[in-house]
């Protein structure tokens, strides 16, 4: 075993803290432990050294359940006095931006932080920028590439059995964007295997007092409809109202489907009239959770042992997509090309009740 990775938590909440007791019986296998809190504790290189949240009852009742006697309600203070090699943030997005800075700066070399990482294209550069220029292993929360199943369809697509990758479709429900669709838009990056977009056209439904300032701001988490996108390699795909959490993979000579987040996969093969065959099923057996996997993979890649499993430019073409979006939308869902998207638009998150 390496030396113990001091690490801290920012942010208590329910992906932070939340004990996942809560998920049991609902969620497919490879999910938990998804809270921050448990994968640091059940990480051998890890050495959790203090939790901090700004609501001091839920800090004394995550203290309480896991026996943690290092809290904080002041993250500087958190890292001045317990100087992690590791921060994990599972704040809201407004507050990440600063206290990435703040981790970096007490000398942090490895960072997990949740989606979306900002709310607009430049604060997302911002960010990357001072991330690279620290040269620090930088973790984002979108979960499914970690995960197991996930993994071994990207294998089997890339291994050419099925011909080539055509069309993507996902169907993550009527959902909003900054919420929901940070998990789509990586989807489609993984599988395609590109962080290359040609164009975006796409219809989002704004809160009705929701209006775009002069200074390109608008306060809202839209709920998307549809969204196109084209790739750079000739893939395309389609981010659609759908629900069910399931992934479709159109291949030459195959569909190759995830439904619900990896509750079960399914191959259908094309046959030589165009027919589909019968159905088979893969079970790939997920035993660790995505975020076990992540957090295994960036110390892994702290130790120069692995690449890591997400890189920035796809962190960043996550937050291109999701102004490319939001653009299309308000010009009546024009085809909107890379380079026609403003870096300074503001989406600010806010669904009505909370920010994203
Ligand atoms: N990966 C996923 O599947 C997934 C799922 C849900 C939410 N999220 C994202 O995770 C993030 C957190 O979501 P959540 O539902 O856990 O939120 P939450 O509101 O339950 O928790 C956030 C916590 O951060 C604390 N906090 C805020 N500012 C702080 C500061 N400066 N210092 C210390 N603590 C601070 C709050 O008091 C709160 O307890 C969001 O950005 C959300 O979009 C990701």
Redesign the pocket.
Known sequence: MVNQIKTSL???????AEPSKRLESSVPSGWLPISHLETIIKNKNCLLEGI????KK?LNEISKIYGIKNIYTD?KQMLSIENPKFVSI????N?KKE?IFNSLDNGAEIIYV???LASSLVETKKILEYVDNKKAILGY?V?RRYHKSYREVKKIVDSGEFGNLEQIVIEHGYSNL??SHP?SIDLILFFSGTHQIENITAKCNFRSDCKLTDELFIDDDPLVEFAKINLRNGISAIISKGRGLNTRLYLQKAIITIYSDAYKVEIRKINKSGYLDNPYFLDFNAIKSCTENIFENMINCYLNKEKLMISNKEILTNAVVRSGIVFSSLNNSKKIEINQIPDNLKISGFNGF?Y?
């Open positions: 920012i942010g208590l909440g329910r992906m932070g901090c949240d700004l609501n839920r993250y599972a704040t809201r997005t507050e206290i949740e989606k979306p929360g979960n900054l919420w998990h909370a994203a």
